[in-house]
Nanobody
Framework: QVQPVESGGGLVQAGGSLRLSCAASVSSFSIRIMSWYRQAPGKQRELVATITSSGTTNYADSVKGRFTISRDTAKKTVYLQMNSLKPEDTAAYYC???????????WGQGTQVTVSS
């Protein structure tokens, strides 16, 4: 299993938008849950959003209404559309794939999102 690869991070001003992508190399049938986490310096990694194999989504309260998680099954890619970004959103964002088989989680290297005031 190869590590998923995130992209799309960058520096934006508050109120701006970014779209993160996470490309997987595993079979789409093996993916139960695709998630985005983030971790700011000195803080715990937190779950931002998830999408299940059936399309059910969940969001952290801090991003609800601003972020949207989606997937492209054919491309085996999960996206995180981030709108109305706030400085508090500044963090390294990580993609996580929860697999049915092998039963495991795959983490991406992370992509940095920095939101200036």
């Amino acid at each position: 299993q190869v590590q998923p690869v995130e992209s799309g991070g960058g520096l934006v001003q508050a109120g701006g938008s970014l779209r993160l992508s996470c490309a997987a190399s595993v079979s789409s049938f093996s993916i139960r849950i695709m998630s985005w986490y983030r971790q700011a310096p000195g803080k715990q990694r937190e779950l931002v959003a998830t999408i299940t194999s059936s399309g059910t989504t969940n969001y952290a309260d801090s991003v609800k209404g601003r972020f949207t998680i989606s997937r492209d099954t054919a491309k085996k890619t999960v996206y995180l559309q981030m709108n109305s970004l706030k400085p508090e959103d500044t963090a390294a964002y990580y993609c996580n794939l929860n697999l049915t088989w092998p039963r495991s989680s795959l983490w991406g290297q992370g992509t940095q999102v920095t939101v200036s005031s």
